[in-house]
């Protein structure tokens, strides 16, 4: 089987794109406000962010489906913002797969090389190989109705390679499918884009396929774009409390800095003096902040008056299999807790008294937005 040759990937850049609409209901509406992304050469970056936030918006606009009001997008160094969609040479995947049900899978994949006028006998060699590709060899003759949700999105994905895309762009592809296949096809979907070497940009609002496929991610609120990076970097040292919070589960717990040292802030929180490993800037003595502590980051033991541990009281336990996810009342704040299962006995029951701790190296000093101070 062919592999399509892959073309030279090309980088994406928006500009400073902003898109409003006349909505019945919430009247003027700013879908996207001074958006700009940089989306290197064969870069999956995914637009990732609660419904509403603009992600469709700002990828319809990449699509050419979309004119912004403001702002340029280019493919390659080449500006494309007035250029028609089927001249930017984009794939396109939709939730609802978008297939046309009277046509056979042959046809629906066969669709955009009939329109370019290529030979028949071109488009059936290249339809078969986008099959086999997407792991449905001898499918072109079933029809749409006739394939599950899974096999009609992979029928959607080979109709937007076949025909060579240099930007392959998904909306929330995989919204319609169980969680076990969704699951299965971002992982296909990863390994497929890897393998062809193409420019992605993906639209999801679940996080953790976010995190599964991407090699950034951009979390979008309210029509901007929050912060952009890897998942290691978002979920590890978010600088604003909306992206800590959108990114895995945050404890968040008032801080003030005491003192900024070599490599560490020392900082007062949870009834503690604690030092917390310094990213960025400085923040002055006296700056009110945020301590995010991400649940794996803080330790359950005996309790210890001795040592510096702090007291924390069982409210909620919950076995999860492979872990345990707790509740901790603990210095008048409810800390969200999780740790592995190491087998039946590992397990602090509700109501147990227990000492908390915090792992070596971990938290991360996030801006208030409530107080004014960033760090
Ligand atoms: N064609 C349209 N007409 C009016 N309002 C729209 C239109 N498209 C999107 N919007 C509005 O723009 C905002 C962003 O929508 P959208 O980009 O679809 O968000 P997301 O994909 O992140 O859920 C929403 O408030 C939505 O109602
Ligand atoms: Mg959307």
Known sequence: MNTPAPAEAIGVTVAHVSKRFTHAVKGEVHA?????????????????????????????????????????????????????????????????????????????????????????????????????????????????????????????????????????????????????????????????????????????????????????????????????????????????????????????VAAQVIAVRDGYVDVAALDRQLAIPRQGSALAAGTRCLLLLRPEAIVLGEPDATSGTLAGTVRTRTFLGEKIEYTIACAGVTLQVVRHSQGVTDAFAPGAAVGVQIARGAGTLVADASQGDSP
């Open 32 to 252: 996207a406000r001074d958006v700009s992304l940089d989306v290197a050469p064969g870069e999956f970056l995914t637009l990732l962010g609660p419904s509403g936030c603009g992600k469709t918006t700002t990828l319809r606009m990449i699509a050419g489906f979309e004119m912004p009001d403001e702002g340029s997008i280019a493919f390659g160094g080449h500006d494309v913002t007035r250029l028609p969609a089927n001249q930017r040479g984009i794939g396109f995947v939709f939730q609802n797969y978008a297939l046309f049900p009277h046509l056979s899978v042959f046809d629906n994949v066969a669709y955009g090389l009939a329109v370019r006028g290529e030979s028949g006998s071109e488009i059936g060699r290249a339809v078969g190989d986008v099959l086999a590709l997407v792991g449905l060899a001898g499918y072109e003759r079933q029809f749409p109705a006739q394939m599950s949700g899974g096999e009609q999105q992979r029928v959607a994905l080979a109709r937007a390679i076949v025909i060579h895309p240099r930007v392959l762009l998904f909306d929330e592809p995989l919204s319609n499918l169980d969680a076990r296949l969704r699951v299965q096809m971002r992982d296909e979907i990863r390994a497929l884009q890897k393998r062809l070497a193409i420019t992605a940009i993906y639209v999801t609002h679940d996080q953790e396929e976010a995190m599964a496929v991407s090699d950034r991610i951009a979390v979008m609120n309210r029509g901007s774009i929050a912060e952009i990076g890897t998942a290691e970097t978002l979920y590890h040292s978010p600088r604003s409390r909306f992206v800590a919070e959108f990114i895995g589960r945050a404890n968040l």
